[in-house]
Each structure stands twice: as structure tokens, then as C-alpha cells.
């Protein structure tokens, strides 16, 4: 079956170090997305790929980085420049035709202390 | 920049009633989609209905209805006869038409409906 999977369900880090959120898509589709949750927050993009070996910012890049070196996966680290990392982070993709909804991952609970 | 805005934080309904969850936009564009998400306690987001800005007919999906108002940006969704599986977070989202359809959604902040037996 197609779907996005996201690799560990949690995961626990301590302060100080870069770790490294898989996203993995069989869907065939351009675009993916990280978005992070937080109580209260809502989803808030991080960042995005269109294709690949490109991406753009989102509202809150800052302290995370990706990478689209191939068209399933879009990674996400989240480095220690990043203040409060501990969160819920969320992977989608969706296929190019415009009317379709996002697909999204089953996401990761990342927990830093 | 677009902003969803969701004003209820909470909100709860008894098992068989109706309940509306109200969602706000902030855009300057004309072509655009809307969206509801919801996201039950397994924290999968699942798509509940979709909205696009140039049709005038309210999207319906059994019991969910949306009730849009393009002029004033409003866009609540109904459920009707409540069931105890819809007790979830929901989340209002809009997505601009852009050129390439890859834009991203831009999510409020949600509202925590518990359904009462």
C-alpha cells in the first residue's frame, strides 16, 4: 500500500545534539512538507520541497535543515541550534494535480532533554 | 501573509447534537482552498472537507457541512448528530491556488471538540 511513513514513532535525544527525522513517500508525488505541532500552536511549516534537489523556508526554519536528494525521502534535521526542539513533527507530500489533499505521514514525537 | 484563526480553544457537544466550529481567514487572494482536518487522540490527520473559494455550494460529507462566507472569510464547519468518535482536535486550514499547486497550507490553531455520552 502507498503511504508516508515516519521513522521512529518517538524519539529521545539529549540537549546539544543533531538528530535526524526520516520521511518516506511510495505515493510517486513532488511536493513534501514538515510541519511541527505544538499544544496550542496548531501546524506550522518548517519547510518544503517542490521537487528535487530544492526547497523553501517555511515559517519556522530556523534551527532545522533538509535535504530532497531523492524524490521519496525529505529528512529533517533538527540541529542544536534549535531552541526548543522537543515537539511533534509531521511529514505530508501531496501529487501535483491541484485539487488534491495533503497525504501525511503518522508522525514523530521527538523529545530532547 | 494568509492566517487562519480559530477562536474556540475547546468546545463540547452532546452525543447526537450538533455542534459548529468556527474558522476564520485572513487573504487577499480570490482563488483558494479551505480545508478541515481532524486529529484524533492517535494524532493522524485525517480530511474531513474541503472547500474551493470559487464554488458558491457549502461542501457537505455525511455529517459534516461547512458553512462558507467568502466576503466575510468564515468558514465553520457542522457536524451533526454527534458521535463519539468525533471528539478530536480540528484544524481549519487554507491553501492559496498558486501557480504550481505545491503551495503549503497554512493550519490554525485548532479547537479540542469532546463529545458528551
Known amino acids: 500500500d502507498g503511504g508516508i511513513t515516519q521513522s521512529p514513532k518517538y524519539l529521545f535525544r539529549k540537549e546539544g545534539q543533531n538528530v535526524t527525522l526520516s520521511c518516506e513517500q511510495n505515493?510517486?508525488?513532488?511536493?513534501m512538507y514538515w510541519y511541527r505541532q505544538d499544544p496550542g500552536q496548531g501546524l506550522r511549516l518548517i519547510y518544503y520541497?517542490?521537487?528535487?534537489?530544492?526547497?523553501q523556508k517555511g515559517d519556522i526554519a530556523e534551527g532545522y535543515s533538509v535535504s530532497r536528494e531523492k524524490k521519496e525521502s525529505f529528512p529533517l534535521t533538527v540541529t542544536s541550534a534549535q531552541k526548543n526542539p522537543t515537539a511533534f513533527y509531521l511529514c505530508?507530500?501531496?501529487?501535483?494535480?491541484?485539487?488534491?489533499?495533503?497525504?501525511f505521514g503518522n508522525g514523530t514525537r521527538l523529545t530532547v532533554t | 501573509a494568509q492566517t487562519v484563526t480559530q477562536s474556540q480553544p475547546e468546545m463540547s457537544v452532546q452525543e447526537a447534537e450538533t455542534v459548529t466550529l468556527s474558522c476564520t481567514y485572513d487573504?487577499?487572494?480570490?482563488?483558494?482552498?479551505l480545508f478541515w482536518y481532524k486529529q484524533p487522540p492517535s494524532r493522524q490527520m485525517i480530511l474531513v472537507i474541503r472547500?474551493?473559494?470559487?464554488?458558491?455550494q457549502n461542501a457537505t460529507e455525511n455529517r459534516f457541512s461547512v458553512n462558507f462566507q467568502k466576503a466575510a472569510k468564515s468558514f465553520s464547519l457542522k457536524i451533526s448528530d454527534s458521535q463519539l468518535g468525533d471528539a478530536a482536535m480540528y484544524f481549519c486550514?487554507?491553501?492559496?491556488?498558486?501557480?504550481?499547486?505545491?503551495?503549503?497550507?497554512?493550519f490554525g490553531k485548532g479547537t479540542r471538540l469532546s463529545v458528551i455520552a
Open positions: 505530508a507530500s501531496r501529487p501535483p494535480d491541484r485539487d488534491s489533499p495533503l497525504h
Open positions: 505515493l510517486n508525488h513532488d511536493a
Open positions: 520541497s517542490q521537487i528535487v534537489n530544492d526547497f
Open positions: 487573504t487577499s487572494e480570490s482563488d483558494y482552498y
Open positions: 472547500q474551493e473559494a470559487y464554488k458558491q
Open positions: 486550514a487554507y491553501r492559496s491556488w498558486g501557480n504550481s499547486g505545491n503551495t503549503p497550507l497554512v
